[in-house]
């Protein structure tokens, strides 16, 4: 049987998506999650059950190198080596604060070093767990997430636009190196969703930054969850192999304004 290992199962995107893999393209599913949704959770079990798939999970904090490596064993104990047909990483978790001046409080040392272990270090642990452990499969497809934050200067995001910064070149690396053994390492690129990552990161600003997006999305509207779940499964299949080290643009035309004051004078 063939597995995704999805990071993050429980809620938003890594729950929306794992529920299309059990469909599309049919994959039993090995989820880790924190334990903070286990409703969300149960919510992939009963999707996998009615597709005839496994599920099975693992709870830790999958952004730290001690825990990924329990749960690769935990991995290999159930599905076997080179089972992972596909990873997803959907771990989302950062601080929000300015560097050294600015409205609102600043950065300190450990927000920054946390934010880059959840949001881009984690990335490639898992990645050097999963070849290490033996647990990629042939043709395996390594999938991380990003969104077009990162590509601009939203007061407050300095520590998430780095960590995506790192984690662009992550993946080009990881591609660069696992190519030749005939795996593949994207990124998705898809604008804001609603999910509990970007209401704890956001929190009061979410209708603010809502109305931007709809403004400058074509579509006056923001992408669905359900939309990105189908994307996953259909990058999960054989259809569209030639996708590698590439940041794949799902934003449906969104263009964030680089500078928040062209499009809101005042602080976010």
Known sequence: MSWALVLGVS???????????????????FGVHRGNHVEGAAVVAGAAAAAGRRYAE????????????EACRALHAQAGPRSVRFVLHSIASASVGTLVAGPGPH???RQLQRTFDKMAHSFAWWVQALHRHDLLAPGC????????IGASLIR??????????????????LAFELGPLGHRVNLLDFGMVESPATQ???????????????RVTPARRKVELAEVAELIGLLAGDRLRWFNGAVIDFTGG??????DALVHPEPL
């Open 11 to 29: 809620s938003g995107t890594g729950q929306a998506a794992a529920c299309r893999l059990v469909q599309e393209p049919g994959l039993d599913v």
């Open 156 to 173: 407050g995001t300095a520590a998430i636009t780095a960590s995506k910064a790192a984690l662009h070149a992550y993946m080009r690396q």
């Open 141 to 148: 497809h390594v999938l991380g997430l990003t969104n077009p």
């Open 107 to 109: 950065l300190a040392p």
């Open 254 to 259: 969104e263009m964030l304004a680089h500078y």
């Open 200 to 214: 704890a990161t956001f929190d009061a600003h979410l209708r603010r930054i809502d109305q931007v997006v709809r």
């Open 58 to 69: 693992h709870l830790c904090d999958g952004s730290v190198p001690e825990r990924i490596d």
